[in-house]
Structure formats: C-alpha cells, structure tokens
C-alpha cells in the first residue's frame, strides 16, 4: 500500500458512514420527539425534550400490535416454505440431470424479473373469487413465488461447490440418499440455506404494494400498509413522530436478525473437506 | 471379510465413452489387490462400480458369493477411502470417524468404544475433537483410514490415497497401509498410478492401459517377467530399455552387436528367423565390464561410447544412445503415450556399480545379461519370451498360445 491511502480510506469511509446512516440517525431522533415538537415550523436534529410517549402510543395502538403480528407471522411463513421448497429444488438442479432443467431455472429467472405491480390486479380478482382476499394465505403465497426462484439460484450455487464425493462418501458409510442430504449436504450448504433466508424474509417484511392491495382490514395487513393509514388530527399534517416510531420498530427485528444470522453464514465451511 | 470376484465386467459411460472393456479379476479374501495404470486408464471407474458409486453396463461383480450389480452402495459394506478423502468438514475428527456407526443406529458406548480403538490404531487420540480442516494432510488421511476400519466392512477401498502427500510423507502413510491391512487381514483394492506403490503394497497388481487388463500378477512376476511391452515399460523404475533386435539363427543383433539367444529362448522363436524385434533389458541386468567375474556364462559384453554419467553414490546411471529403425521407433513413440510421456529417447539407462570408474565420453566396456532379456513383437508388444508359468494371468496369451 501506498503511503497516504489510510487518510484517504478512512474519509471516504467516514462519508459513506454518514452518507447512509443520517437518515437512520433523523428517524431515530424523530420518534423521540413530542407531537409539539414535530409540527413547529424550524425543528431542530436533536429532540429538545426526549420523550417515550410515541412508543407508549403506538404499542397500545391494537391496529399496528395486529400488523406487527401479520408481519411476522407471513414473513416467517414465507420464508421456512420458501426455504425448504428452494433448497430441494436447489438440490435436484445442482445435482440431478433432467430434461427440462434449463427451462425450469429460466422461468424462474423470468418470475423474478416480473414486475410485481403487474400481478396486483389479476391476484385482486382471482384471490376474490377464491377467498384468499385479506388473509395470510393469499399474501403467503405470492411471496413465495416472488422470493423462490432467488433463493432456488442462490442455494444451486451452493450446491455446486460442495463436492460430490462428500456425498458418495455418505454413501459408502452407509447413507440412504436422504441421510446423506439431511447430514452431510445441508450442512455444508448451511450460509447458503441462511443468505436465502434472510433475503426472502427481507422481502416478505418490507413488501409494500401486494399488501396494500390484497388486504382490506387489520385482519392480515403488514406493517409497511399499516403504517400508510397513520392519520393525525391534522389530515395535512402526517403524524411524523409516530412514522418514525413505527419505522424504527418495524426496523429491529431486522436488525436482530442479521445480527444473529451473521455468524452463521461462514463463509469457507467447506474448506478442509478435500485436500486444502 | 469376502472374496470380490469381478467377471466381464464392462463400462460404458453416457457419453459413449468405453471406460473399461472385459475386466476379470479375481481378489482372495484377505488379498491385497492394486490396480495401477496410467492416468485414465479406468481404475478409479473399477473401483467405483465395486463400491457401487458406478453403474455396471455389464458382467458380475459378485463379492462374498453375492452377486451385487444391482445393490446401492450401502448395501454392499465396503469401506472406502477417496483421494481427497472426503471428510465432512461439519464434524469433529471424533463424529466423522463415528458416522458410519450412527448410521447403523448403535447405542453411544459401543461407538465410543470402536472410535477410540481406531483412533488408537492410527495415533489420532490427542485431534478427536478438532475439525478435518486444522489437520495436517497425513492427519485427514488418517482420520479417512479411520472412518473405513471403524465399521467391520467385507473390504477396503483406496483412490490413490496418497497422491496429495509430500514425498516423504507417502513413504511413512504406505508402509501405514501395509502394516493396517496385515493386521486386519481384510480384503483391500487399491488404485495408484505410482507403480512403487504398486510393487511394495500389493500382494497381486493387476495393470491396466485403456481399460483393458494387460497382466494380473505378483509383483516379482510382473517385474521378471512382463507379458507386454507395455507392462514391461510401466512396471520398474528407471525403465525397461527397449532396442531393436533382429533375429539371426541362433544370434540376435542389437545395436551394439551380436549376442547368441539363450537356449530357453529358441524354441519360443521358432519361425522368427530373420524377425525385427524389439528387445527389453532392465538397467540393472548391465554391468561394467571390468566389474564381472569372467566366468559370467551367458553375458555378452560389447563396447560402447558413454553419454553421460550420473554417479549416485552407490550406483551410477549411464546414458548410451543409439539409432532405432523407423518400425521399431513408431512402436517405441506410441508406447512412451501408452505410459503418459515418460520419456524415453533411443538411448539405454544402465545401471551400473558405484564402484565403477567410467566417465562421460569414455569408450566403455559393457556387459550386458543376456538371459533376463525379453524379446517383443513390434506389431502386436506381446512378450515372446514370457515364461508363463511365472507371469501370473496374461489376458488374451492362454488362447494365443493354444492357436499357434
Ligand atoms: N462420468 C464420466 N463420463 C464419461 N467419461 C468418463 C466419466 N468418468 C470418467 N470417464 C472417462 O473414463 C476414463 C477412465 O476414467 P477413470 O477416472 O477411471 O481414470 P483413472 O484410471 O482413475 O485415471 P486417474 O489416474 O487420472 O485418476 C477416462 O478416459 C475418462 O475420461
Ligand atoms: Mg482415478
């Protein structure tokens, strides 16, 4: 390295740093403030008086406790189907040879790329005639569609570095296939089960235009709707402080999530299995 | 512990590709069989349709008296070692050599038990609880070794298992083996391409070259007594010296003159008389001249210019080129490609005694063995000069010899 490049690196990651964090840092500081505070004309950054009164309220809110509760409830849902769906698909197109299979991993590629708002009329309609409007199901299920052809292509990949002996391997020492699968196999793919599902509950959890569309009630509508029927006295005037409150705790569990996750998606498990 | 008899065994692979063709080999309970060759000769896919990891296109396999083409790898119990060894990298040292026994449902103590005993066996006591990926490469080879003797299975399999070790390390790992399989006694298949490993381990070696046996024998058979140019070029090391040689009455000429046949020869070539041959000398059946009692009976001693002179302490290589005639050469050319470019120019390696004086560009006088000479036919590389009774089986020579 040059002499100089650590002054340098070290700005540019100071700017970056601040470049995506402000925003967090205002909302954060937002939910702090009181409903006063927010409707002045000049606010300042830093609340004058921190306050919990927007977390009180909004905990009490049943609306948004039920939405948090969908919220969790479809993105959990979504994702251990997704998961467990993508990673025996996974499985079959990294290791099997069928006819078809390029077909199979170009749709999914082509469902990925769809736009999602195309969808949200004819679903309206179908999941109407079939009572899947306003319920866990009916918002399950495109999710599914939408988050398993990334997570089918993310874990294929994984597949295909693990090597095929180490299969053969179980299977010599006494494995049915499925041992084999179950004890050897998805172990080693491990960080790529975890990246897949971290990304399809991402999806879930922050998906905004299907659940504003395919529900009409508290009943099985997500946060991000949710936080779009926030009304404050003043119609003209959006009830900032409670948004952000609500924004920051719809951000938690996401955070927890990566944290913990984290550790898991080691990369390089697999070095060690064959000659390094 | 089971016997593995393979009878016409055949290969084809998807492709079309036909990987082994005909294979009988026949491997005694407690017998340690290798099969060696040059690299995609086949061995590994024999090795692999005896494991079951590959389809069988036709013939038997049968081991232990069970017919077993049909059988999924499990369900044949037999333990294998891979070349890379293919330890799980999830587990402990302790869990991977455990896993063959979990499968079969046994109760912790006994695991325990028969893990420790192994563990014992290969000195692996103080890693049980590490993981494949901090261990040394001998380490994972033995922790391989481990995962295969664990469980009583009927035989053992190798896929060069030694050929990711260092030099040294190799030698230790294989008297290893040798010493793991006498005392167990069982039944054990081994693939290498290294014929050292061939010729120390093996109680028989069978060789192949594009997937067809050449020659099914003891080590000292196949070393004494090759069936083939290309057996006799692959088996030793330095190499087989390979001149041409033509047949004149009871005389044959090669390069540097003229030797008589020994008397067990000349039968064998009736009908020669006047034949281009190939004749095949090891190193060491070469001698300095000045070195040999001169009661030496059936030697021949000719003279010759040295090349170059490789002086190893306790023994000295000496290059000696010569000119091939262009059937001879041909024959010569496509062999070195048999053997995966193991060069061989027209020029003899001898071997001769450290104690010799000669020097590079010397006008030497060589004495040469004449009786462990082997003459070979240029067109088809058969040895005509094998002594059947001690050449173990030569595929093909029992129904030659019965039509001639
Ligand atoms: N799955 C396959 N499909 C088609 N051909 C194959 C397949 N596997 C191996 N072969 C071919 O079969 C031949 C024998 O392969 P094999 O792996 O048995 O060789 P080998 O003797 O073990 O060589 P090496 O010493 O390099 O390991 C090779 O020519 C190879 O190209
Ligand atoms: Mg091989």
Known sequence: MKKGTGLQYWIGFALILVWCLLPVVWIISLSFKSEAETTTGSPQFLPKEATLDNYRAILKDSDFTHALLNSFGISLI????????ATLAAYAIARLEFR??????????????????????????????????????????????????????????FFREIPWEMEQAAQVDGATSWQAFRQVIVPLAAPGVFTAAILTFFFAWNEFVLAISLTSTPLARTVPAQMSFFVGPDPFNPPYAQLATASVIVTIPVIIIVLLFQRRIVAGLTSGAVKG | MAAIEMSHIDKRYDDGFHAV????????????????????????????????????????MVIGGKRVNDLAPRDRNLSMVFQNYALYPHMTVYENIAFPLRLQKMDNAQVDQKVRD?????????????????????????????????????AFLFDEPLSNLDAKLRGQMRTEISRLQKRLGITTVYVTHDQTEAMTL?????????????QLASPRELYENP?????AGFIGSPPMNFMPATLKGDQVELPFGSVSLPSHMRDMLKGRDGDLLIAGVRPEHFEDASLVDGGADDGATFSTKVDVVEWLGNETYAYIPFEAPPEVQSQLEQLEKDLDGESMRTQLVIALDGASGIKEGDEARIHMDVSKMHLFDPATGQNLTVDVEHAGTIPGLEVSTASA
């Open chain 2, 21 to 60: 063709k005909d294979v009988n080999i026949d491997v005694q309970d407690g017998e340690f069989m290798i099969l060696v060759g040059p690299s995609g000769c086949g061995k590994s896919t024999l090795l692999r349709m005896i494991v079951g990891l590959e389809d069988i296109t036709s013939g038997d």
């Open chain 1, 100 to 157: 078809g299979k390029k077909l199979v991993l170009s749709l999914a590629l082509a469902i990925a790329m769809f736009p999602v708002v195309s969808l949200v009329g004819p679903l309206f309609d179908m999941w109407r005639t079939i009572h899947l409007f306003n319920t866990w199901p009916g918002l399950i299920i495109p999710y599914m569609s939408f988050t398993l052809p990334l997570a089918i292509w993310t874990l294929a990949a």
């Open chain 1, 78 to 85: 979504a994702t251990f189907l997704s998961v467990v769906l």
């Open chain 2, 227 to 231: 069936g083939n140019l290309f057996v």
């Open chain 2, 118 to 154: 192994a563990a014992d066996l290969l000195e692996l006591n103080e890693h049980l609880e590490r993981r494949p990926a901090n261990l040394s490469g001998g380490q994972r080879q033995r922790v391989a070794m481990g995962r295969a003797i664990v469980r009583d299975a009927d």
């Open chain 2, 202 to 214: 093996g109680d028989r070696v069978a060789v192949l070259k594009r997937g067809v046996l050449q």
